[in-house]
């Protein structure tokens, strides 16, 4: 069973930065399209961005394009988010995600249903 252990959420100012983590076990050679989701209350689960662990190839969503990098350190079977420049709409409960995915044309798309394994979230508040 493919369990899911995100990290690294907080409170910051306007401006600031945060890196989320979020660690795959067991460890395994296994490909998977991970990605970062977000909730807001009351508001539907958006995707931010995706990345294929096989070769690092990432998607993006246009909100956060230029202030959000997701990244993967095989070695730790870890997903990174950073986030820079964190505006107060980017307040959210934010979600890692995967998918096993030995082989794959273009990028991991953004669509919650497509994800069979889920972090529990880790919640992340900009405010002043």
């Known amino acids: 069973q493919v369990e899911l252990v995100g990290s690294g959420g907080g409170s910051v100012q306007p401006g600031g930065s945060l890196r989320l983590s979020c660690r795959v076990s067991?460890?395994?050679?296994?490909?998977?399209?991970m990605a970062w989701f977000r909730q807001a209350g009351g508001e539907e689960r958006e995707g931010l961005a995706s990345?294929?662990?096989?070769?690092?190839?990432?998607l993006y969503r246009d909100s956060v394009k230029g202030r959000f990098t997701i990244s993967h350190d095989n070695a730790k079977n870890t997903l990174f988010l950073q986030m820079n420049s964190l505006k107060s709409e980017d307040a959210a409960m934010y979600f890692c995600?995967?998918?096993?995915?030995?082989?794959?044309?273009?990028?991991?798309?953004?669509?919650?249903?497509?994800?069979?394994?889920w972090g529990p979230g880790t919640q992340v508040a900009v405010s002043s």
């Open positions: 067991p460890k395994s050679n296994n490909r998977y399209c």
């Open positions: 995600a995967a998918r096993l995915v030995p082989s794959l044309y273009g990028p991991c798309i953004l669509t919650e249903g497509w994800y069979n394994y």
């Open positions: 990345l294929w662990t096989a070769d690092g190839t990432a």
